[in-house]
């Protein structure tokens, strides 16, 4: 039978066990770890944050940027040619350079009738050429041919070159950079 004195005395050295437990200094161990734990947290936020931002730029970005780009002077396409024109892609960063420039191809029908093309077939989007002697567009990668109105030929695209928007303004031809219709978004 213990006295009520040394009850006591256990109950104090319990306590003080206890506290030393609380209190005990942290190792060199803990403090490598936590480190190690904190800097792979750290490495990791600033390996994932190109992701994400890749991932929600599309949100961010407008749908469409596009605006009206002048394609020059309209005495620049002869009646009843095509020609050759590029012009400047309204959304650009400028790291963008020479990517920058979008060729396209117009086709003058009248004085006032005009077809301004994309460059890209239609099939996996290698750039078309214009033949002049043929009057068509053939692309170089698969054999792919298109009438001078843009319409499918033959080969392997199954549907005609995609036109640009396009409107006279003050004696210029003006296309609509930075959009381009799609089977999924046409004119
Ligand atoms: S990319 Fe033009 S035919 Fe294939």
Redesign the pocket.
Known sequence: MSSPGSDRIEDVMTELHEREDVAAPVSRRNVLLRLGAALTALGGAVMALPIVGFVFSSFARPKHAAAWVSLGPLEQFPVNQTRLAVYRNPYTRPWDGDTANIPCWVRRIDEQNFQVFAI???????P?RWFPGSRLFM??????AFYEDGSRAS???ERGLYEHQHKIEGGNLIVLGGYLPTLAEPL
């Open positions: 890209n077939c239609t099939h996996l989007g290698c078309v692309c170089p990668c698969h054999g792919g080969g392997p695209p």
